[in-house]
């Protein structure tokens, strides 16, 4: 239910259920946490991107779902250790997202470190709309990302809301032409991995420092790393030649 490739240093990971428009089930879910925690340990992948097969990124759990289940286990045991994966991953994370995102897809697209999304995209908060509150991490990213009156006025109306609107929000890292998403999601990721990987991973790293002193004081280790890479010292050789 998942397709795994690894290219030029981008470890692509496609969700693979396109006739039910990516559902997440219980498979697709737990194979999906298997392959963040092996593209976090393969060092031929720099860069992880999420994205889907068909005409949707996903449409959110699969509802399929016995609805008698218990669904805080099911939270816990199944989604929980994959937004885990992806919240704790030091490579970079990129959700290319097209067609339709709704429900627990769209929480596991804002987990994302940036999101290149598609122009004819639709954004669905959809869980209210079957009487549920927004799961997988979803108001957590939502609340880094947005203002919180218009994000709970978003979710409590269930509405579906296009990219533009979605890119206001500030959901949105870069918005494409659909012609030229695929093109552009690609080289995009290519682009990023081809760069130094202690200095990309050290700006995600700092990015998340709890306090401005936690900051400073993990940007000494950083930037001392950084400083003894090849990269670096190429780059430093270069300027001064010139
Ligand atoms: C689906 C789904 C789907 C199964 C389309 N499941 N088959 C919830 C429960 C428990 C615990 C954990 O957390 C959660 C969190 C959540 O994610 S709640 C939100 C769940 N998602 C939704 O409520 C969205 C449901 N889907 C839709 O509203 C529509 O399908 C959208 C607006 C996404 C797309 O509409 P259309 O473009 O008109 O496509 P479609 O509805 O015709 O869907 C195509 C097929 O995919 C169809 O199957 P079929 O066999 O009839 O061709 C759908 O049944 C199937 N499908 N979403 N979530």
Same mark, same amino acid.
């Given at each position: 239910?998942?397709?795994?490739?690894?290219?030029?240093?981008?470890? !692509?990971?496609?969700?693979?259920?396109?006739?039910?428009?990516?559902?997440?089930?219980?498979?697709?879910?737990?194979?999906?946490?298997?392959?963040?925690?092996?593209?976090?340990?393969?060092?031929? #992948?720099?860069?992880?991107?999420?994205?889907?097969?068909?005409?949707?990124?996903?449409?959110?759990?699969?509802?399929?779902?016995?609805?008698?289940?218990?669904?805080?286990?099911?939270?816990?045991?199944?989604?929980?250790?994959?937004?885990?994966?992806?919240?704790?991953?030091?490579?970079?994370?990129?959700?290319?997202?097209?067609?339709?995102?709704?429900?627990?897809?769209?929480?596991?697209?804002? *987990?994302?470190?940036?999101?290149?999304?598609?122009?004819?995209?639709?954004?669905?908060?959809?869980?209210?709309?079957?009487?549920?509150? *927004?799961?997988?991490?979803?108001?957590?990213?939502?609340?880094?990302?947005?203002?919180?009156?218009?994000?709970?006025? !978003?979710? !409590?109306?269930?509405?579906?809301?296009?990219?533009? *609107?979605?890119?206001?929000?500030?959901? #949105?890292?870069?918005?494409?032409?659909?012609?030229?998403?695929?093109?552009?999601?690609?080289?995009?990721?290519?682009?990023?991995? *081809?760069?130094?990987?202690?200095?990309?991973?050290?700006?995600?790293?700092?990015?998340?420092?709890?306090?401005?002193?936690?900051?400073?004081?993990?940007?000494?280790? !950083?930037?001392?790393?950084?400083?003894?890479?090849?990269?670096?010292?190429?780059?430093?050789?270069?300027?001064?030649?010139?």
């Amino acid at each position: 239910t998942i397709q795994l490739t690894t290219h030029n240093g981008v470890g !692509w990971l496609k969700l693979n259920r396109p006739k039910k428009l990516n559902a997440l089930n219980e498979t697709l879910l737990r194979e999906m946490k298997t392959a963040i925690d092996e593209f976090e340990q393969d060092d031929a #992948v720099r860069v992880i991107v999420l994205v889907g097969e068909g005409r949707a990124f996903s449409s959110g759990q699969d509802l399929t779902i016995e609805s008698d289940a218990d669904y805080g286990e099911y939270l816990e045991d199944v989604y929980h250790p994959l937004v885990r994966a992806l919240f704790s991953s030091r490579k970079p994370i990129i959700a290319g997202i097209h067609g339709v995102v709704a429900g627990a897809g769209l929480s596991l697209a804002l *987990a994302a470190d940036v999101r290149i999304v598609a122009k004819s995209t639709k954004f669905s908060s959809a869980f209210i709309k079957i009487g549920l509150v *927004a799961d997988a991490g979803g108001p957590y990213h939502l609340r880094r990302l947005m203002r919180d009156d218009l994000a709970l006025d !978003w979710l !409590w109306s269930g509405s579906t809301i296009d990219s533009e *609107a979605a890119h206001t929000f500030g959901l #949105v890292t870069e918005l494409v032409e659909d012609a030229m998403y695929t093109e552009r999601l690609t080289s995009y990721a290519e682009t990023l991995a *081809a760069k130094s990987p202690v200095a990309v991973q050290g700006m995600k790293a700092l990015m998340r420092a709890a306090s401005f002193e936690e900051g400073l004081s993990e940007e000494i280790e !950083w930037q001392r790393k950084c400083g003894d890479t090849d990269v670096h010292r190429q780059a430093m050789q270069a300027f001064l030649m010139k």
